[in-house]
């Protein structure tokens, strides 16, 4: 007797991907012709493209495509710029300087990502290792009321005026106007300014700018800026004065040493609640920040009266 048959299941598709034939590849390849390239050299540019390409060897018909597309703007633009068609073209400097002529952020990186995937593969040799990133420090966190008002008693009860309105400088420009300590040491009094009901500070040097303190500082600010006037807070204005201030506060209050980028960090987070900046993350879906910094790079820069208004809107006075 024969064995009864048994209804066998086909089992999954295994035909080849017609995307991954190294046939579709190769024609992809043989039929790729750049029209953006000028016609006098149009024929040396698809020559050398197709050769990186299949030097490369792209995976996929689309991965092949876009690899020509991308050497032939690279090779064109080579011999505009008088330099030879040969794998030691693909060297970063040289693919630097191509991408350094895209005017689109977006452009520009998805460029050097493909030049730089053809480069470990077609000159290997000429490729330096990329660099080890560096390690983050944490971010220094805030400080909360309490720890504020704490600090505040503190500078109020030093021996003399000078340690009083420095302490209090430090505090209170730090965490109501989110200054560095740099940015401090330069400061006089006639630098902070009363418009209305805002307080501001005008801020000197390479990130000059006009800040809105915050209300719960503005008075022990305007204090600070009746005492020292047209003269500087800090004179001399060296790193050693902030350190001295920072000792001798440490030393009679017995509180933790107080830290000039936590102050910062606290004027920043002061901000990022009122705006409903994590709500709007959380919306958003987003997890990394250079996006945001992208668009606003595209965004018309606020004048100073603009950033005063909107910071100050809700105030409380």
Excluded at 118 to 124: L, Q, S
Aim: aromatic share 6%.
């Amino acid at each position: 007797m024969k064995p009864e048959e048994t209804n066998r299941s086909p089992g999954p598709d295994r035909s080849p991907d017609p995307e991954r034939d190294p046939a579709a590849i190769e024609a992809a390849i043989e039929a790729y012709r750049p029209l953006g390239a000028p016609e006098a050299v149009r024929d040396e540019v698809t020559g050398f493209a197709r050769q990186i390409v299949r030097a490369a060897g792209p995976i996929s018909r689309g991965r092949a495509k876009r690899t020509l597309s991308q050497v032939s703007r690279f090779s064109t633009w080579a011999l505009h710029a008088g330099l030879p068609l040969e794998d030691e073209l693909f060297q970063q400097d040289t693919i630097e300087r191509f991408v350094s002529t895209i005017t689109s952020e977006a452009g520009a990186r998805t460029s050097r990502g493909e030049l730089r995937w053809i480069a470990r593969r077609v000159a290997p040799h000429l490729q330096t290792p990329d660099p080890l990133p560096l390690a983050r420090h944490p971010v220094s966190p805030w400080y909360t009321e309490d720890e504020l008002t704490d600090y505040l008693a503190a500078a109020r009860m030093q021996s003399t005026r000078l340690r009083r309105m420095r302490a209090t400088a430090i505090i209170c420009l730090g965490a109501g106007a989110g200054l560095g300590s740099r940015e401090i040491r330069q400061l006089r009094g006639t630098d902070i300014h009363r418009r209305g009901h805002a307080v501001t500070v005008e801020v000197s040097g390479p990130h000059a700018r006009v800040v809105p303190v915050l209300d719960r500082f503005t008075e022990p600010v305007m204090k600070v800026a009746n005492w020292a006037r047209d003269g500087l807070i800090f004179d001399p204005p060296t790193s050693n004065r902030i350190r001295c201030t920072l000792d001798v506060l440490e030393r009679n209050s017995e509180l933790p040493r107080l830290e000039p980028r936590r102050l910062r960090n606290t004027w920043l987070a002061t901000h990022l609640r009122r705006m409903g900046f994590t709500e709007f993350l959380v919306a958003a879906g987003i997890t990394r920040s250079q996006t945001l910094f992208d668009l606003n790079k595209r965004e018309p820069q606020p004048t100073a009266e603009q950033v005063i208004e909107t910071l100050t809107r809700d105030q409380q006075w």
